[in-house]
């Protein structure tokens, strides 16, 4: 018969191995577990009556698709999420899985503010076809959204979904940041491979990277504003607004600083500044949108109660990239 200690000790060890087990299968995914390279968190485009405009979009990802990005990221800020029903969100991304080529990644914004509303529609967006799943930080009660919350919400998440699960810090939106000691916990868990990171504080990009690098564990850079910078630090990707207006130069500077010619990727990410603050912090989706038609794509509405910019923002919107060599 076990005594009490050996017995505790036996079912540490089988726990320990039963981890590193799960650990290795969720390595094994190849390109479903590595996130690296550059993704546009696309829109959704909406037709006069504010409904999702499929045709549109499918003729978007058709023109991504032929692109060096790694992927899309579906259903993020972007894609106006919190404005859709749970059954849009899921047809939006089933339908860029049909477009898209096959090795091209989908990565679905699955994150509610309830864990239970999160873990279901995690499983709705693989059935759907996502590769992996980006879940935001609930935020509605951000007072009380501290470490112990967001790793046991996360964790709740990672266990049950049947792909990898990337972190989604985006305080701009929700008002919070997720801890770091947080985000250093939560990369032991088998199923979470990486964290994107739109806040943009670079000194927390690269502890993030220093203290997670044992674990195998991607951040993505939120925003191409900094990507240069990221890159710098240990990032290895971005997902970038602004690839959905200018992806092959998105793409490039990712280049660059890959194969190390860091004087070119400075050059190319001045011009990319002004551009990438108006489609995001400065005007936001509308402007987004509005940039994508003059570019040859189709960004549509917004869903109300967003707006569309005035004529003094879109004069505006023009300038930051008129001056910078874009139009």
């Known amino acids: 018969m076990i005594g009490t200690t050996a017995l505790g000790a036996t079912l540490r060890t089988g726990a320990t191995l039963l981890w590193k087990s799960a650990k290795a299968q969720a390595r094994s995914y190849g390109q479903r577990g590595d996130i690296r390279g550059v993704y546009p968190p696309i829109a959704t485009p909406f037709t006069c009556t504010e409904d999702v405009d499929f045709e549109k979009l499918v003729e978007n990802v058709q ?50 503010e309830s864990t239970r509303a999160t873990v279901q529609m995690t499983e709705q967006m693989a059935r759907a076809g996502a590769d992996a799943v980006l879940v935001v930080t609930p935020c509605f009660y951000r007072g009380r959204m501290d470490s112990r919350a967001l790793v046991h919400h996360y964790t709740q998440v990672a266990d049950s979904s049947p792909v990898p699960v990337v972190l989604y810090n985006v305080p701009a939106n929700t008002g919070l940041d997720i801890p770091v000691d947080a985000v250093v916990t939560l990369s032991q868990h088998p199923n979470i491979v990486g964290l994107k990171e739109s806040g943009g504080d670079v000194t927390r990009i690269a502890l993030i990277v220093h203290k997670t690098r044992s674990q195998d564990f991607q951040v993505l850079a939120g925003s191409a504003g900094f990507l240069v910078a990221a890159y710098a630090v240990g990032a290895v990707g971005g997902v970038c607004a602004l690839a959905n207006v200018l992806g092959r130069q998105v793409c490039q ?75």
């Not at 969100?89 to 091209?104: A, F, H, N």
């Not at 280049?255 to 500044?273: F, P, T, V």
């Open 63 to 112: 023109k991504y698709g032929k692109m060096p990005l790694r992927g899309l990221v579906v259903q993020g800020s972007n894609g106006e999420f919190p404005y859709l029903t749970v059954e849009e969100r899921v047809e939006v991304v089933r339908r860029v899985r049909q477009v898209l080529p096959k090795d091209k990644l989908v990565m679905a914004g699955s994150g509610c």
């Open 253 to 327: 500077l990712e280049e660059l600083c890959l194969s190390g010619r860091w004087r070119e990727a400075r050059e190319l990410q001045y011009r990319l500044i002004e551009p990438n603050n108006a489609v995001t912090r400065k005007f936001g989706v509308a402007a987004l949108k509005q940039a994508m038609e003059w570019f040859g794509y189709h960004g549509g509405e917004c869903r109300a109660p967003l707006r569309p910019l005035s004529e003094a923002e879109a004069q505006q919107l023009r300038e930051d990239f008129s001056s910078n060599g874009w139009l």
